[in-house]
């Protein structure tokens, strides 16, 4: 593709995952878990669901009898293959390239000469699946999955382009795009998408192409959203109007990652000012404390202010990785530290849950408590959380780093290698070592090719500073008097605080040195008085990681008669050979037992264990809760 001039863009660039080498022991042997074992066993059961097939079913090429349950199942091939791309940026996997090479020829007899690419519909337009039409484009139901797709299938085909400079995707994707800009616009088919996503695609498209129709058209999808439409899938209002996140969070957070996009690249303050107001109102009255969205259920959505379940809640694995997407954005557009501290919750907690420590099972919902019976499953009849979460992992370099004109901002602490250039193209190399998340030293080096002035600002999570989220809905029990430090080559340097960064402004010689120290103490979390769900409740924090506890580590009946006084004295050590590596925190706790006359409770002093959110459900089945007692009048 050609060079060409963007006129507008995000105030920030993130530091591309490919950049970015990860070393440690947390990401790193998760991201090659990812490669090795879950990106295959994702092909293999794609395979033995007629994921892939279904393709030469539609191009006529096959006559087996497969079935097409609902008309997104395109998608999660897409979804995977972008996850290979992402691979392929950093490291040869010929066996693998060339299995997806061959994917890409069978999708490619499935489209139509005219662009048109739709399998589900394809197969027997006569009979399409649930929330398909027997015609192009014909939105049925709010649930229409046409343009999701296709989003999908863009994104896919960008990230393969740039891995491995073959055009065989994108020329599919370019097809396609052509087409959907030929039939939507104004004064043309002017609905909207039923589900949000093929506006993220199409400004990938954009921005790889140049072509600036589909930026336009990215715009007009929004744009042609409401009003009076459902707030399922936020068309109840037009998006520059919108104030509180409703409807289907998944939805949500890709349109929010999409109207930024397009907000940067347009310049378009109407929408910085819808998204200002929606961001306010998750993570003031919608966020849960392990960065999960959607309290509903029923519609795998946000639920009213301040009403946050922990049992029968959702959080499903792939909002999580939108808000992700969404809170990233933000911190582009704005270098608040604020995003980053939303961001990182989200993926040390709401996250990772999401998928076993062997790679092989996923949880579509994430709860904050169960009562036994519930666990990750290896495959499900709607597959978008696994096949979104083998797209996600290998993109987490991403997220470490970002740079503004002569300002490096370190967002992430995970030891690393990175390269990157400034303004001036004096290359830099960055080392970060550290034992994140399980210790708070971390230790810079900085090695510029040339001496040279510039700014390396350094993240003071909210969490160091007696603030869980940035807003008052989560507070700390107790109050952190631990000072961070932060000294370069030796020397102790002042904090100079700028939107929640350290920023150290010098000449940078070769070997150079940072030591930031982040005191990790197990903190107590209580609830703002609205969230009904944790009266009287309390969680357990150390540094970024949200604990849980189980009752295979506590040996009670029911974890929820576990009661955690203010004053009961709390430690924490490392369990090499527990759960592959964790911090466990270990106390005196109380046991309600509960006899008949109700009036009399009784209270049991013993040992307990909590263990990080994410790593719960691997020992079989039993009960499990992240808020714990405090307060006994609220026992039942």
Same mark, same amino acid.
């Given at each position: 593709?050609?060079?060409?001039?963007?006129?507008?863009? &995000?105030?920030?660039?993130?530091?591309?995952?490919?950049?970015?080498?990860?070393?440690?022991?947390?990401?790193? =042997?998760?991201?090659?878990?990812?490669?090795?074992?879950?990106?295959?066993?994702?092909?293999?059961?794609?395979?033995?669901?007629?994921?892939?097939?279904?393709?030469?079913?539609?191009?006529?090429?096959?006559?087996?009898?497969? #079935?097409?349950?609902?008309?997104?199942?395109?998608?999660?091939?897409?979804?995977?293959?972008?996850?290979?791309? &992402?691979?392929?940026?950093?490291?040869?996997?010929? #066996?693998?390239?060339?299995?997806?090479?061959?994917?890409?020829?069978?999708?490619?007899?499935?489209?139509?000469?005219? !662009?048109?690419?739709?399998?589900?519909?394809?197969?027997?337009?006569?009979?399409?699946?649930?929330?398909?039409?027997?015609?192009?484009?014909?939105?049925?139901?709010?649930?229409?999955?046409?343009?999701?797709?296709?989003?999908?299938?863009?994104?896919?085909?960008?990230?393969?382009?740039?891995?491995?400079?073959?055009?065989?995707?994108?020329?599919?994707?370019?097809? @396609?795009?052509?087409?959907?800009?030929?039939?939507?616009?104004?004064?043309?088919?002017?609905?909207?998408?039923?589900?949000?996503? %093929?506006?993220?695609?199409?400004?990938?498209? &954009?921005?790889?192409?140049?072509?600036?129709?589909?930026?336009?058209?990215?715009?007009?999808?929004?744009?042609?959203?409401?009003?009076?439409?459902?707030?399922?899938?936020?068309?109840?209002?037009?998006?520059?109007?919108?104030?509180?996140?409703?409807?289907?969070?998944?939805?949500?957070?890709?349109?929010?990652?999409?109207?930024?996009?397009?907000?940067?690249?347009?310049?378009?303050?109407?929408?910085?000012?819808?998204?200002?107001?929606?961001?306010?109102?998750? $993570?003031? +009255?919608?966020?849960?404390?392990?960065?999960?969205?959607?309290?509903?259920?029923?519609?795998?959505?946000?639920?009213?202010?301040?009403?946050?379940?922990?049992?029968?809640?959702?959080?499903?694995?792939?909002?999580?990785?939108?808000?992700?997407?969404?809170?990233?954005?933000?911190?582009?557009?704005?270098?608040?530290?604020?995003?980053?501290?939303?961001?990182?919750?989200?993926?040390?907690?709401?996250?990772?849950?999401?998928?076993?420590?062997? !790679?092989?099972?996923?949880?579509?919902?994430?709860?904050?408590?169960?009562?036994?019976?519930?666990?990750?499953?290896?495959?499900?009849?709607?597959?978008?959380?696994?096949?979104? %979460?083998?797209?996600?992992?290998?993109?987490?370099?991403?997220?470490?780093?970002?740079?503004?004109?002569?300002?490096?901002? $370190?967002?992430?602490? $995970?030891?690393?290698?990175?390269?990157?250039?400034?303004?001036?193209?004096?290359?830099?190399?960055?080392?970060?070592?550290?034992?994140?998340?399980?210790?708070?030293?971390?230790? %810079?080096?900085?090695?510029?090719?040339?001496?040279?002035?510039?700014?390396?600002?350094?993240?003071?999570? !909210?969490?160091?500073?007696?603030?869980?989220?940035?807003?008052?809905?989560?507070?700390?029990?107790?109050? @952190?008097?631990?000072?961070?430090?932060?000294?370069?080559?030796?020397?102790? #340097?002042?904090?100079?605080?700028?939107?929640?960064?350290?920023?150290?402004?010098?000449?940078?010689?070769?070997?150079?040195?940072?030591?930031?120290?982040? =005191?990790?103490?197990?903190?107590?979390?209580?609830?703002?008085?609205?969230?009904?769900?944790?009266?009287?409740?309390?969680?357990?924090?150390?540094?970024?990681?949200? &604990?849980?506890?189980?009752?295979?580590?506590?040996?009670?009946?029911? $974890?929820?008669?576990?009661?955690?006084?203010?004053?009961?004295?709390?430690?924490?050590?490392?369990?090499?050979?527990?759960?592959?590596?964790?911090?466990?925190?270990?106390?005196?706790?109380?046991?309600?037992?509960?006899?008949?006359? #109700?009036?009399?409770?009784? +209270?049991?002093?013993?040992?307990?264990?909590? %263990?990080?959110?994410?790593?719960?459900?691997?020992? !079989?089945?039993?009960?499990?809760?992240?808020?714990?007692?405090?307060?006994?009048?609220?026992?039942?």
């Amino acid at each position: 593709m050609g060079v060409f001039l963007i006129e507008h863009d &995000y105030m920030i660039k993130p530091v591309l995952f490919n950049k970015v080498k990860i070393r440690d022991n947390f990401w790193a =042997p998760r991201i090659e878990t990812n490669h090795k074992i879950t990106i295959p066993y994702l092909f293999e059961k794609s395979e033995e669901n007629g994921r892939i097939d279904l393709f030469l079913k539609a191009a006529g090429t096959i006559v087996d009898d497969i #079935k097409i349950n609902m008309t997104f199942e395109d998608s999660d091939v897409y979804k995977i293959i972008e996850g290979v791309a &992402y691979i392929l940026s950093k490291e040869s996997d010929p #066996k693998l390239e060339r299995y997806v090479d061959d994917i890409i020829k069978k999708i490619a007899a499935a489209q139509e000469k005219d !662009g048109y690419l739709f399998p589900a519909r394809a197969i027997n337009p006569e009979k399409p699946p649930i929330f398909a039409g027997k015609k192009r484009w014909e939105k049925v139901t709010e649930l229409s999955h046409e343009l999701y797709n296709m989003g999908h299938l863009y994104e896919s085909a960008v990230a393969y382009y740039q891995a491995t400079n073959k055009r065989n995707l994108l020329d599919i994707a370019i097809k @396609n795009a052509n087409l959907v800009d030929e039939v939507f616009g104004p004064g043309k088919n002017e609905d909207y998408p039923g589900h949000q996503e %093929i506006e993220i695609g199409l400004v990938r498209l &954009y921005r790889v192409t140049g072509n600036e129709k589909y930026l336009k058209l990215a715009k007009f999808l929004l744009d042609t959203r409401g009003p009076n439409g459902a707030k399922y899938n936020q068309a109840h209002k037009k998006v520059i109007d919108q104030d509180e996140a409703v409807g289907h969070a998944v939805r949500a957070t890709y349109m929010y990652s999409g109207m930024a996009d397009v907000a940067a690249l347009t310049n378009n303050k109407d929408y910085l000012k819808a998204l200002d107001r929606i961001w306010n109102n998750v $993570v003031s +009255k919608k966020l849960y404390i392990t960065g999960g969205i959607g309290a509903k259920r029923s519609e795998e959505a946000f639920g009213p202010n301040y009403k946050l379940p922990n049992l029968k809640t959702y959080c499903e694995t792939c909002a999580a990785i939108g808000n992700i997407f969404w809170n990233h954005r933000m911190f582009l557009l704005y270098g608040d530290v604020k995003y980053i501290d939303v961001l990182e919750r989200t993926l040390y907690n709401g996250f990772l849950s999401g998928i076993s420590l062997d !790679g092989k099972s996923f949880f579509y919902p994430n709860p904050l408590a169960s009562k036994g019976k519930y666990g990750r499953s290896g495959w499900f009849f709607v597959t978008c959380c696994p096949t979104n %979460i083998v797209r996600f992992i290998p993109s987490i370099p991403g997220f470490i780093y970002a740079q503004k004109n002569k300002t490096i901002f $370190v967002n992430l602490f $995970v030891s690393n290698e990175a390269t990157m250039s400034l303004d001036t193209e004096n290359k830099i190399n960055i080392t970060q070592e550290s034992k994140y998340p399980w210790e708070g030293v971390v230790r %810079i080096k900085i090695n510029p090719e040339k001496n040279e002035e510039f700014t390396i600002a350094i993240r003071i999570p !909210g969490w160091i500073q007696n603030q869980p989220v940035p807003s008052d809905l989560y507070a700390y029990l107790d109050k @952190n008097d631990s000072k961070v430090s932060l000294s370069v080559n030796g020397e102790l #340097k002042d904090l100079i605080i700028e939107k929640g960064f350290a920023q150290i402004q010098r000449k940078w010689n070769k070997g150079d040195e940072i030591e930031l120290i982040l =005191p990790m103490q197990i903190r107590r979390v209580i609830s703002h008085a609205k969230v009904k769900a944790n009266a009287g409740m309390v969680a357990l924090e150390r540094g970024p990681i949200v &604990y849980c506890v189980e009752s295979v580590d506590n040996k009670v009946e029911h $974890v929820f008669n576990l009661l955690l006084d203010d004053n009961a004295e709390l430690n924490s050590e490392y369990h090499k050979d527990m759960l592959n590596g964790i911090v466990v925190i270990k106390g005196t706790i109380h046991y309600i037992e509960h006899p008949e006359d #109700k009036n009399k409770l009784i +209270k049991k002093e013993k040992d307990f264990l909590a %263990i990080p959110y994410y790593a719960w459900a691997h020992r !079989g089945d039993g009960e499990m809760t992240v808020w714990m007692l405090r307060d006994l009048k609220v026992f039942k």
